[in-house]
C-alpha cells in the first residue's frame, strides 16, 4: 500500500464529462432485454420484469443502505464504509450469512436509478462514508452504472467499491473499467465440483479466476490517501471454510503465481454456518485452529504477506441481521 493524492480525481468523473459513461449505461441497459450480465446469461427479459436465476428485474432491490464499520480498516475508516446491500444473488450458498436478503425474502425497498442515485449521495453528504461499497452488485450493474450518471452531476466524488462473488462475466467487467475505483472480490473455491454443491455456481473456477484477473488489470495494486482510506485497487477477499473446502492453498498459489505477491489480501476467519449449511455434515461446523493456522502457513511460504488476517474468534461479530432496525450490524 502507498500513498498517492493523483488519483482523487476519479475517473468516472472524465467517463461523465466525455460522455462514454452514459453510452456504457444505455448499452448495459438494453442488455437487460435478454440478460447476460452474468456468467448465467439467462436470456430473460428483465426490462419487462420476468425472472431470471437472480430473480431482479428493472427495478433495484435494496435491502439496507448505511455506514458500515466492519469493513477492512481503508474501507471502513472514521467516517465509515456507504453500504449499499443489494436483494438477491447469483449464487445460492447454503451457508450464506446475508440469505435473508440474497434470498429475497427479507426487508427491502425497490428504487429506480435516480433512487439508487440518491442513496450514493446520501452516502457521501450525510453520512459522510469514506466510498460507495456496492455488496452483491453483479446483477444490478447496469442499473448501478446508469445511478452514477445521475449522481456525478449531483456532485457524487468518492470511490465506486465492487464487493463481488466474483462469478461475473468479463464482457461486464470491461464496461466498468473506468467506473470502479476499487474491487473487492471473494476468491471462494478452487474446485468446481465444491462450487456447484454449495453455491449452485457452475465452472466457477473458469469465471472468478479470469474475472479477478481482469480487475487486477484494471485497477492494480491498493492506493491509500494520506490518511490510510483506500482510492483505489484491489482487495481480494477469502473465506476459510472447514474441511478444506475454498481450497486455499490452490487458490493462493494461483494468486501468487498468476497475479502478484504485493496483491493486497483479506483473509476472514469468520465462517460460522448460517442458512442451510447445519444440514450439510462438511459445513456445519467452524474451522478449527489447526485449519485457520494452515492458512497462515501457505501464506507465509507463499510470501503473500500484505493485507488483514482475521481472528480466529471473528464470526460473533459478523453476522448480520437485516430485520434488525436501521442497521444489520449490531456495534
Ligand atoms: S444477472 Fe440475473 S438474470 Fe441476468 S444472467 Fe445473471 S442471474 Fe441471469
Given at each position: 500500500?502507498?500513498?498517492?493524492?493523483?488519483?482523487?480525481?476519479?475517473?468516472?468523473?472524465?467517463?461523465?464529462?466525455?460522455?462514454e459513461l452514459?453510452?456504457?449505461?444505455?448499452?448495459?441497459?438494453?442488455?437487460?432485454?435478454?440478460?447476460?450480465?452474468?456468467?448465467?446469461?439467462?436470456?430473460?427479459?428483465?426490462?419487462?420484469?420476468?425472472?431470471?436465476?437472480?430473480?431482479?428485474?428493472?427495478?433495484?432491490?435494496?435491502?439496507?443502505?448505511?455506514?458500515?464499520?466492519?469493513?477492512?480498516?481503508?474501507?471502513?475508516?472514521?467516517?465509515?464504509?456507504?453500504?449499499?446491500?443489494?436483494?438477491?444473488?447469483?449464487?445460492?450458498?447454503?451457508?450464506?450469512?446475508?440469505?435473508?436478503?440474497?434470498?429475497?425474502h427479507g426487508?427491502?425497498?425497490?428504487?429506480?436509478?435516480?433512487?439508487?442515485?440518491?442513496?450514493?449521495?446520501?452516502?457521501?453528504?450525510?453520512?459522510?462514508?469514506?466510498?460507495?461499497?456496492?455488496?452483491?452488485?453483479?446483477?444490478?450493474?447496469?442499473?448501478?452504472?446508469?445511478?452514477?450518471?445521475?449522481?456525478?452531476?449531483?456532485?457524487?466524488?468518492?470511490?465506486?467499491?465492487?464487493?463481488?462473488n466474483a462469478?461475473?462475466?468479463?464482457?461486464?467487467?470491461?464496461?466498468?473499467?473506468?467506473?470502479?475505483?476499487?474491487?473487492?472480490?471473494?476468491?471462494?473455491?478452487?474446485?468446481?465440483?465444491?462450487?456447484?454443491?454449495?453455491?449452485?455456481?457452475?465452472?466457477?473456477?473458469?469465471?472468478?479466476?479470469?474475472?479477478?484477473?481482469?480487475?487486477?488489470?484494471?485497477?492494480?495494486?491498493?492506493?491509500?490517501?494520506?490518511?490510510?482510506?483506500?482510492?483505489?485497487?484491489?482487495?481480494?477477499?477469502?473465506?476459510?471454510?472447514?474441511?478444506?473446502?475454498?481450497?486455499?492453498?490452490?487458490?493462493?498459489?494461483?494468486?501468487?503465481?498468476?497475479?502478484?505477491?504485493?496483491?493486497?489480501?483479506?483473509?476472514?476467519?469468520?465462517?460460522?454456518?448460517?442458512?442451510?449449511?447445519?444440514?450439510?455434515?462438511?459445513?456445519?461446523?467452524?474451522?478449527?485452529?489447526?485449519?485457520?493456522?494452515?492458512?497462515?502457513?501457505?501464506?507465509?511460504?507463499?510470501?503473500?504477506?500484505?493485507?488483514?488476517?482475521?481472528?480466529?474468534?471473528?464470526?460473533?461479530?459478523?453476522?448480520?441481521?437485516?430485520?434488525?432496525?436501521?442497521?444489520?450490524?449490531?456495534?
Amino acid at each position: 500500500m502507498k500513498n498517492d493524492r493523483a488519483v482523487l480525481k476519479r475517473r468516472y468523473q472524465s467517463l461523465y464529462a466525455s460522455g462514454e459513461l452514459q453510452k456504457r449505461a444505455e448499452s448495459l441497459i438494453k442488455r437487460l432485454g435478454a440478460c447476460d450480465i452474468c456468467p448465467r446469461s439467462c436470456g430473460v427479459n428483465r426490462l419487462e420484469d420476468n425472472d431470471g436465476y437472480c430473480k431482479s428485474g428493472r427495478l433495484v432491490s435494496v435491502a439496507n443502505h448505511c455506514a458500515h464499520h466492519g469493513e477492512e480498516p481503508v474501507l471502513s475508516g472514521a467516517g465509515g464504509s456507504g453500504t449499499i446491500f443489494f436483494s438477491g444473488c447469483n449464487l445460492r450458498c447454503v451457508y450464506c450469512q446475508n440469505s435473508q436478503i440474497s434470498q429475497g425474502h427479507g426487508p427491502y425497498e425497490q428504487v429506480d436509478s435516480r433512487g439508487l442515485a440518491q442513496m450514493m449521495l446520501y452516502l457521501q453528504e450525510e453520512l459522510h462514508c469514506h466510498n460507495i461499497n456496492l455488496v452483491s452488485p453483479t446483477h444490478y450493474v447496469p442499473q448501478v452504472v446508469e445511478a452514477i450518471c445521475q449522481a456525478v452531476p449531483l456532485g457524487l466524488n468518492i470511490p465506486i467499491v465492487y464487493n463481488t462473488n466474483a462469478y461475473d462475466s468479463l464482457k461486464t467487467l470491461s464496461l466498468l473499467d473506468g467506473i470502479v475505483d476499487i474491487y473487492l472480490p471473494d476468491i471462494k473455491y478452487a474446485s468446481d465440483k465444491w462450487a456447484k454443491r454449495f453455491s449452485d455456481a457452475r465452472k466457477y473456477v473458469g469465471y472468478s479466476r479470469p474475472a479477478i484477473a481482469e480487475m487486477y488489470r484494471q485497477v492494480g495494486n491498493l492506493i491509500t490517501d494520506d490518511n490510510g482510506i483506500a482510492q483505489r485497487g484491489m482487495i481480494l477477499r477469502h473465506l476459510i471454510l472447514p474441511n478444506r473446502l475454498a481450497g486455499s492453498e490452490d487458490s493462493l498459489k494461483w494468486v501468487a503465481a498468476t497475479l502478484s505477491r504485493d496483491v493486497t489480501l483479506s483473509i476472514m476467519a469468520q465462517y460460522y454456518p448460517c442458512h442451510h449449511a447445519p444440514d450439510e455434515p462438511l459445513l456445519a461446523r467452524r474451522i478449527t485452529a489447526d485449519e485457520y493456522r494452515e492458512v497462515v502457513d501457505i501464506m507465509n511460504n507463499l510470501g503473500l504477506d500484505n493485507g488483514w488476517l482475521q481472528q480466529l474468534d471473528s464470526a460473533d461479530h459478523y453476522l448480520p441481521d437485516f430485520r434488525r432496525e436501521g442497521h444489520p450490524f449490531s456495534r
